[in-house]
């Protein structure tokens, strides 16, 4: 006797549910990714960009996109309360499975729009007859005096892209679904920074902010495997001044600063979903 095929998992099925739905309210968000690419493709078509031997990152920043994952939460919780009343009891799961997998579903969108920047970069130096190469090419120090250096992108340098955003994504979900007001929340920490920047005690702010971007953990590492750190002046024999880099990303620097925020992420997620929703 045949048997019923096994019905999908609740928190599956909530999932590519929520998956669907997002489509009409990512009309925008598509477009502008669409829009992008699409004005970069014509300005190198054109040589109002002219490639060079390498096509580096630095056409797509990984730090837009990363910027782009703390936003995108906010666009898929505005039409979706996530306090007071609201339409979760109507639901086959809980609150909290359904915020999960809202969550989890936009995480899948976000991944698949870098996931197209990328194929878009890599076509980009194809095309151009260009090599791929994910950061800002530059003097290394060992030989100040020579040209630009090619550095062949490391493999994981390719996995930072999904990696930051993935981070960014989960620290615009915590903000959104952990605080009443995340808009009021984020234009005062701000000024606050601003305000402690110019008179914060013996530069502590600046100090602060100085360690989350270019520390041993900070964004920089996870970003980029921590160029910004490696990043010099020199003075040339002929007297121009040219940035280099004192030495190149490592795989354990990058390691590092993904377990610190993805152990600072998962918390702050956790923390928010279980938020009290109805005070």
């Known amino acids: 006797m045949n048997q019923a095929p096994a019905a999908p998992a609740p928190l599956a099925s909530a999932t590519m549910a929520q998956f669907r739905l997002m489509v009409p309210g990512l009309r925008l968000e598509a ?44 666009t898929l919780w505005k039409q979706t309360p996530a306090f007071g009343p609201t339409p979760f009891a109507a639901m086959p799961i809980g609150r909290h499975a359904h915020m999960v997998a809202r969550m989890t579903a936009g995480w899948l969108w976000a991944m698949a729009a870098v996931a197209v920047v990328l194929a878009w970069v890599g076509l980009l130096a194809i095309t151009t007859t260009g090599e791929i190469v994910l950061t800002e090419v530059r003097r290394l120090v060992s030989d100040p005096t020579a040209g630009p250096v090619a550095r062949i992108a490391p493999w994981w340098s390719y996995v930072t892209p999904f990696a930051a955003v993935t981070v960014s994504y989960a620290l615009g979900t915590a903000w959104v679904l952990g605080l009443r007001r995340p808009a ?96």
């Open 31 to 74: 477009a502008l990714v669409i829009g992008f690419i699409t004005v970069i493709s014509l300005a190198v078509a054109t040589g109002y960009i002219e490639p060079g031997p390498i096509q580096d990152f630095a056409v797509v920043p990984v730090a837009l996109m990363f910027v782009a994952g703390f936003a995108l939460p906010w």
């Open 184 to 279: 009021v929340w984020l234009i005062g920490i701000v000024v606050a920074a601003l305000v402690g920047l110019e008179l914060g005690p013996d530069d502590l702010v600046a100090r602060a902010l100085q360690w989350l971007g270019i520390g041993p953990v900070g964004l920089d590492h996870l970003i980029t495997g921590g160029l910004e750190r490696l990043d010099i002046e020199l003075t040339l024999p002929d007297g121009s001044r040219v940035i280099a880099w004192s030495g190149l990303p490592k795989l354990q620097d990058w390691i590092l600063a993904l377990l610190f925020w993805a152990a600072v992420t998962f918390s702050a997620v956790t923390v928010a979903l279980l938020r009290p929703r109805d005070v």
